[in-house]
């Protein structure tokens, strides 16, 4: 089968496809032919080893834990193991391949219990494709920031992959949202349901006497100290990227000194949370945003686009040619 590998780290031009041996799955695994995967911030930082730690977890020289990468998916279920019971062939399912990786292939085997269900009756394969990277990390953060109706929250970084998502479900939770993002997105981020647009190219978020319950960063851009002072007396810094080690010893001390919290880390993806934005999206709550498609021949320049940093929500990989 047909699978983008990669052999070393460094610029989009390390991966290329290639021939791999087709995976079987186990007792409790499903088969799925993948149509559609993604190009996330994690795969693009796998690709570079960036940051430096990388390279601890998945190869120190060179990677040798995985050679394909690839979070997210979305494709059919072409056979089951033995001891299935959630899934049978033909089922069109959703999800994450999680640490393991690995969808930037035509076949990949998933263990029915892990995060992926029957895929939304209302989206396409490219739609369905891009929800659990943002969609979950978006969820899972704002349910650390025990987001309530009425509360005033801030995203900034709302036009990406995570930031579209954590608009809208702030808005779902009944939240007044302040969103951040550049000029060329504000037309974007207010048709997701933001109350308040603030374009960081020609202002800042911190203004005098102003103070949100949740400040969300999704993508490790704002300022540590601005962030914390423009929260209420229990208000709540979430930033959903690795944090370096000097944001983190900062939040263990604003949350030790105060009634602010500051909340980091890597989201768990779960099929409970899948099953809720699978919901949202079957009802029109919140949509998926795509900003460009390409085909699996096309990962150098998709890798290239995304790793720019000023894409619109997703990038989306369409695997079958």
């Not at 929800?131 to 953060?141: K, M, P, Q, R, Y």
């Not at 795509?290 to 699996?296: A, G, M, Q, R, S």
């Amino acid at each position: 089968m047909k699978a983008v590998v990669y052999t070393q780290y460094g610029p989009p031009e390390v991966l290329h496809l290639d021939e791999v041996e087709k995976p079987v799955p186990k007792e409790n695994e499903i088969l799925v032919k993948i149509h559609a995967t993604t190009v996330t911030s994690g795969d693009f930082r796998m690709r570079k080893a960036d940051p430096f730690v990388a390279r601890f977890i998945s190869g120190l020289f060179k990677p040798t834990r995985w050679s394909v990468l690839g979070t997210e998916l979305a494709g059919e279920v072409e056979e089951t193991g033995k001891n299935v019971k959630q899934f049978k062939k033909g089922d069109q399912v959703f999800g994450s391949a999680g640490l393991k990786m690995g969808t930037y292939t035509e076949y990949i085997c998933l263990p029915e219990d892990g995060p992926v269900l029957t895929k939304p009756t209302n989206l396409s394969w490219e739609e369905s494709a891009p929800v659990i990277f943002g969609g979950n990390t978006a969820l899972h953060f704002l349910k650390k920031g025990n987001i309530s109706a009425g509360q005033r929250v801030l995203v900034y970084g709302a036009s990406g992959a995570i930031g579209t998502y954590a608009v809208q479900l702030a808005k779902y939770f009944g939240a007044d949202v302040t969103a951040v993002c550049s000029t060329a997105n504000v037309e974007l981020v207010k048709s997701l349901g933001a109350d308040k647009v603030i374009d960081y190219t020609k202002e800042n978020f911190k203004s005098p006497g102003e103070t949100w319950d949740i400040i969300f960063d999704t993508v490790g851009k704002s300022p540590f100290s601005d962030s914390v002072k423009s929260l209420t007396k229990n208000g709540c810094y979430l930033r959903a990227v690795h944090m370096s080690l000097s944001p983190v010893m900062k939040g263990l001390w604003t949350s030790m000194t105060s009634g602010k919290k500051v909340i980091g880390g890597i989201a768990k993806e779960t099929k409970e949370n899948l099953q809720i934005l699978k919901e949202l999206l079957e009802k029109g709550v919140i949509r998926p945003v795509i900003d460009k498609v390409y085909p699996i021949n096309q990962i150098v320049e998709a890798h290239r686009y995304a790793e720019q940093g000023h894409k619109k929500g997703n990038v989306v990989i369409k695997v079958s040619l």
